[in-house]
């Protein structure tokens, strides 16, 4: 077992958040909580993290630099990246993979922490384009065989296992002019805190939360993707016949890792149990979302367990000038009937036509579940007696 020693942890006084796990720290906020704001404050922002948090002092802390097509590895301060470069900010979705785990650990167990439906958050971060800090190190689109690189990170913590956190893109996608991949010193306006990534951590829009690697300690460019365990050995959707981590050792290295998320849409108001009336005019409410910066066409909601659809009002600002692609969340309103002992269900489509699917599909990780979500009428524990 894991000797980390988690006594350095930021004190967290009481706070609205679920805590899934103490150490490592993973938290969720409370749904009703979470789409009360466009931008989700930091109170209500899910947690993630594999290790204890670093502690690090901002003016000694540097990035470096090296990999394919660098000729002079170099090392970046804090102080270079505020001062000499373009600050500039991108309102994103960071969704954790596992997201609504707990839907797919229903029907078989899965491995990993048994995440509701809050391990996401609509914030905006703020830093420097890692294309801008990657161009004066001469690595553009120019570079020989851009398609079949990537680009790793590193951060400085130790995780469990002695792992340590690290993921990759595909470089093209840090070099897409429209791409908004960032290195950020702020998120919705405030220096980043220790759970978030403190002094600097990288943001990827429109993939899952885990690309975006916190307390970057190294940039790499690579003509193949990161070897770090999240990587390689997690984080991607394995057959449904795979059940344990023996089979799975089979299978890490055939199945791709997930970069973009998946369609997906929640009701978070009313809650499980919370409409035990039959009302004839209840508003529903919740969160709609797409990877690789797809908007939200459409959200069904239905009063009567999918027999009849309601199309939900949607929130969800255009895309930004010249960029055709929305990173943000679509918060949604409806207002349908609902009956006694009947299902509330949601359902979103977005803009390539992708609609989530009405059942789930186990895999092992319990990862990018976005199966239709179904208000159960009675609480959690009556259905499951
Ligand atoms: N260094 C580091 N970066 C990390 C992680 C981590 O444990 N360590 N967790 C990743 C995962 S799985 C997610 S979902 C997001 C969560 O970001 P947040 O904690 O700011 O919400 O951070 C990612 N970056
Ligand atoms: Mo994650």
């Not at 785990?101 to 830093?127: C, E, F, M, Q």
């Not at 976005?370 to 208000?375: A, K, L, Q």
């Amino acid at each position: 077992m894991s000797a980390l020693d988690y006594s350095n942890d930021p004190k967290r006084g009481p706070h609205p958040l679920i805590v899934r796990k103490d150490a490592p720290y993973n938290a969720e906020p409370d749904i009703t909580d979470l789409v009360k704001n466009y931008i989700t404050p930091e109170e209500y922002f899910f947690c993630r993290n594999h290790g204890p948090l670093p502690d690090i002092t901002e003016s000694k802390h540097l990035i470096e630099i090296q990999g394919i097509g660098i000729e002079n590895p170099t090392h970046i301060s804090l102080k270079d990246i505020k001062e000499n470069y373009e600050k500039s900010s991108v309102m994103m979705v960071m969704q954790c993979a596992g997201n609504r785990r707990d839907g797919l650990h229903k029907v078989k167990h899965t491995k990993g922490v048994i995440w509701g439906p809050g391990a996401l958050g609509n914030a905006v971060y703020s830093g420097c384009r890692l294309r801008d800090v990657l161009a004066t190190v001469g690595v553009t689109t120019k570079i020989k065989n851009l398609s079949k690189l990537h680009v790793a990170f590193e951060s400085v913590e130790q995780c469990e296992e002695d792992k340590c956190y690290g993921s990759s893109i595909p470089l093209s996608k840090a070099l897409d002019e429209f791409g908004d991949v960032l290195l950020a010193y702020e998120m919705n306006y405030s220096t980043l805190t220790r759970d978030h990534g403190f002094p600097i951590r990288v943001v990827v829009p429109g993939y899952i939360g885990g690309r975006s690697v916190k307390y970057l300690k190294s940039i790499t460019i690579q003509d193949y993707e990161s070897m770090s365990y999240y990587q390689r050995r997690d984080y991607k959707i394995l057959p449904e016949n795979v059940l344990d981590e023996d089979s799975a050792n089979n299978y890490w290295c055939k199945v791709p890792s997930i970069g973009e998320y998946n369609v997906q849409s929640y009701v978070c108001n009313p809650a499980d149990g919370m409409h035990e009336a039959a009302i004839a005019n209840q508003k529903v409410q919740g969160y709609a979302l797409s990877g690789g910066g797809r908007s939200i066409q459409r959200v069904d909601v239905s009063g009567d367990d999918g027999k009849t659809w309601t199309t939900a009002q949607l929130y969800q600002p255009a895309a930004e000038g010249d960029n055709c692609r929305v990173w943000g969340w679509c918060l949604w309103t409806a207002t349908i009937p609902t009956k006694r002992n009947v299902r509330i269900v949601s359902r979103a489509v977005d803009s390539s036509g992708n609609v989530q699917q009405e059942y789930p599909v186990w895999n092992y990780r319990g990862v990018m579940n976005n199966s239709w979500r179904t208000v159960d009428p009675h609480t959690i524990e009556m259905s499951n007696i």
